[in-house]
């Protein structure tokens, strides 16, 4: 192969970029990156795990980008970490089984699997199907997920890993959940 062709071959090889740390700024990032691909023509698909909430970013898709489709996967409540209730395991799952069927199906450009790391590390999920999932991934697809606690495995078969790093949070001196802030 020549050294163009082989250029050419890796500039279309999707990514694995994992978005993580414990600041705020991944899923806002995350809808970022989706912006950006829609503006150069990529069909993007994100599937949220453990939310349902009507976040801007959701009223926002429905009104103004066509070729943005969300899907939400969970409740708008706070799972417990420890002690996760049936519902939150099964919808976490429904959002795995999703995300398999949405990445094998070739219609999109580029998935983002938001919360996946936290539904991972929750353990609502099994590691070894998201990891084999991302591995078999269709070659030029690119596929963003993010949260927190990204796990070591996810880390290492990543192309990209950011952390996001919380030097000052607004919670801290008493601003509460805003909307156009936090949803
Ligand atoms: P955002 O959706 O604003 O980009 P995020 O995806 O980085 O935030 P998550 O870990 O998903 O953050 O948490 C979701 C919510 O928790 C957000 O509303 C956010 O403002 C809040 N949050 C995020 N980081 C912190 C923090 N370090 N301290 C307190 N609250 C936080
Ligand atoms: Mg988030």
Redesign the pocket.
Known sequence: MSVMQSTASIAKRGLVMVITG????????SFGQALRALGQGYKVCVIQFMKGRKYGEVIAAEKFLPDLQIYQFGLDSFVMRNNPAPVDVEMAQQGLAKAKEIIAGGDYNMVILD?INVALDFKLIPEEEVLEMVKNKPAELDILL???YASDKLREIADLVSE?T?VK?H?NAGIK?RAG???
Not at 23 to 29: A, L, W
């Open positions: 414990n600041g705020k700024g991944k899923t806002t990032s919360e993010s949260g927190r996001v919380e949070h919670y959940d802030i936090e949803y």
